[in-house]
């Protein structure tokens, strides 16, 4: 497919276990084949200036932001374009390094969720529980080696898939909103290459960006 979709992914390289140089090239291949061009950054300014981006990937781990780069972010999404949240991105009370007890709220609104906690890696079932959505559509179950999310999710999102988790059972994993003309795709896999690098997982992540950044376009 030819590119006609433009993407920034924004993550950070502090936190061993989710830097973007080791994460962000997996991420960038699975969005290839749906036509989306991907540029990496760690430098969470660009988010003041996103003109040019159709949708905007996070990967980050601290949900640190000034307050121009928050509402940079925001009004990008608000105006008609997307946002795709993968994994970490959930974590809003990670804060300048430090854990803080309520999720940073216009995050936890835009999302709709938020990461809690998480028990040991391991592998599960993701099973898509909702067909009737261009994301999901075309998506089967499968099985994939991750860490496993614990969520706390709104009411309003629609959620596409789900785990069957042996320690914490039925949980939310993916799930799809709107934020005001814009587009909001929420997915917790992808702690490390083998969770990103799954074929369930790469679909899912190429179908949730791909619709998320097609709000621009008003498809």
Sequence with gaps: ?????????????????????????????????????????????????????????????????????????????????????????????????????????ELRELIGGHFLTHPAQGAFDVNVVYSHHPVSADLEDFRVWDEPYVLECDDDPTVLARMDHPEIGDMPVSWVKEYGDGRVFYCSLGHDRPAITTDGTRALLRNGVRWAADSSAGE
């Design 1 to 105: 497919m030819a590119t006609d979709r433009q993407a920034l992914i924004v993550g950070g390289n502090r936190f061993p276990f989710h830097r973007l140089e080791r994460m962000g090239p997996p991420i960038e291949d699975a969005l290839a084949p749906a036509g989306i061009e991907a540029e990496l950054t760690t430098d969470r300014e660009s988010l003041t200036d996103l003109d040019g981006y159709d949708v905007l990937v996070d990967y980050t781990t601290d949900s640190t932001l000034t307050d121009a780069q928050r509402e940079g972010l925001l009004s990008f999404v608000d105006a008609g374009n997307g946002y795709a949240g993968v994994h970490s991105a959930s974590d809003l009370t990670t804060v300048d390094g430090e854990n803080r007890d309520e999720p940073a709220p």
